[in-house]
């Protein structure tokens, strides 16, 4: 894996959590805003529209630079909807490119032919 791939899907994991998280707290305020006077819809709103066109545009990159199968394209676009998916994409792609790494390292002490 090259470093631009590298970055690409680092970019996307580091804005996946928050984007999950931001998810979350606009269902939050929603209910609040039925039950109570509290109404934080239109900046919470603002704010996981922002994280999502992110992270929407770095799954584009990633998918892209890491020329990942359709199949796993959609996974990390579905997990984008998803509540609480983008925590699984974070764990996911921490594991890929931690996996990338052990890869690389391997190609330079030439203990495999990958």
Known sequence: MDLKTATAIRRLRLVSAPEAISFLLLL?????????DFNAVPVMGMVHGVLFVLYVIFWADAWNRAKWSLKTAAL????????????????RLRREAEDAVIASRARQEGVVGA
């Open 28 to 36: 939050v305020c929603s209910v609040l805003k039925r039950t109570t």
């Open 76 to 91: 990390y676009f579905v997990l984008s909807v998803l509540p609480a998916g983008g925590f699984f994409a974070e764990r």
